[in-house]
């Protein structure tokens, strides 16, 4: 099932979630002291209300 992330205006990453109407977005989480960009390179090119739609869901961390 894909999955996709969003770059919402505030500059959070966010997990979009689209089986339900209801679902919600989750914030893609990080260790302290260390920004989502540092923690998840593969999005940090993402502007601000751009999202990125990835194939599958990840088995790990990206």
Not at 3 to 8: F, G, P, Q, V
Not at 9 to 29: A, C, F, I, M, T
Not at 32 to 48: I, M, N, V, W
Request: aromatic residues 6%; contains cysteine.
């Amino acid at each position: 099932m894909p999955w996709h992330i969003k770059r919402l205006e505030n500059g959070l990453l966010v997990q979009e979630y689209d089986q339900e109407p209801d679902d919600k977005s989750e914030e893609l989480l990080t260790p302290d002291g260390r920004t989502q960009d540092e923690c998840h390179p593969r999005f940090a090119h993402l502007k601000p209300g751009e999202s990125m739609v990835l194939p599958d869901e990840p088995n790990h961390d990206f």
